[in-house]
């Protein structure tokens, strides 16, 4: 069973490639990590709100034992399925 991770705009596809992980655990150490950077950059930009957000949505996924995770974020949604990549 492979975890996939994704990060999109609600409706459109990922700019980024889906990629899979073997366990939830890789999937959730590596989407939090990608919120955690959207977080520093909306912090930079100066929109501290965003920013919260995703630090909060982060230490969300950090509890989820999965094996799904969504949680739209601003303008994107933040995905752990279980599947392939295409």
Do not use: Q, W
């Amino acid at each position: 069973m492979s975890f996939v991770v994704v990060v999109n705009m609600p409706g459109y596809m990922p700019d980024a490639e889906p990629y899979a992980l073997d366990s939830f655990d890789e999937a959730k150490r590596a989407l939090i990590d990608e919120m955690l950077r959207d977080a520093d950059a909306a912090g930079e930009s100066g929109d501290e709100d965003l920013a919260e957000s995703l630090t909060h949505a982060a230490e969300d996924l950090n509890l989820s034992s999965g094996p799904e995770f969504c949680d739209v974020v601003g303008p994107l949604a933040y995905s752990i399925m279980v599947g392939e990549v295409a």
